[in-house]
């Protein structure tokens, strides 16, 4: 993950210059809407989410004190105004369709059989990733979608590494074993 905001480019935007919030808004635009969509699986929502993380991170811009990578801080704020929306929302199902490629399968053969495999392939990883409760979900997202170390998944949930392994891990063990049954049933 790039650290794009500079600390000039920081200031312009806590002084109010409209030109450095667009240079701001336009670096990291599409990573916020990524994320979003990753979490909310519904691109209209997703971009309503990214533009008011963009909104909560402009007002709270002074209080940033550049402990934390800006990337990092402005992914946390786009994660909690996420889970304010599932929780309106009342649906936490909502990562299948966003997760479809998280572990692309590879399939060589452009046979309509092979193509089907792997569709149906994905579709079992996307339900059972989804399956998953809230606090290995977002780390198995995070992690694997939008491939960030550990001590970033750490930073932006406010939890230690230790929990972030731990709950990789305990996220790795029932997906092989919803999979392994996925694969048992055929």
Request: glycine share 6%.
């Amino acid at each position: 993950m790039n650290q794009l905001a500079s600390p000039a480019l920081l200031a312009r935007c806590q002084a109010g210059d409209d030109h450095a919030i667009a240079e701001l808004v336009a670096a990291y635009r599409p990573a916020l809407f990524r994320l979003a969509l990753s979490i909310l699986d519904d691109p209209a929502e997703a971009d309503e989410a990214a533009q008011d993380a963009f909104v909560q991170a402009l007002r709270a811009l002074g209080g940033y004190q550049g402990a934390a990578a800006f990337t990092t801080w402005l992914y946390a704020i786009t994660i909690n105004v996420c889970r304010g929306r599932l929780r309106r929302r009342g649906a936490r199902e909502r990562l299948r369709q966003a997760l479809a490629g998280l572990w692309p399968l590879t399939v060589h053969a452009s046979v309509p059989e092979a193509q089907a495999v792997q569709a149906e392939s994905r579709a079992a990883v996307s339900a059972a990733v989804a399956a998953l409760p809230e606090p290995q979900r977002l780390v198995v997202v995070l992690r694997y979608y939008h491939e960030l170390r550990l001590g970033e998944i750490a930073e932006i949930l406010e939890i230690s590494e230790r929990t972030v392994h731990n709950r990789l891990h305990a996220a790795h063990a029932k997906l092989r074993g919803r999979l392994a049954g996925e694969v048992d049933a055929r």
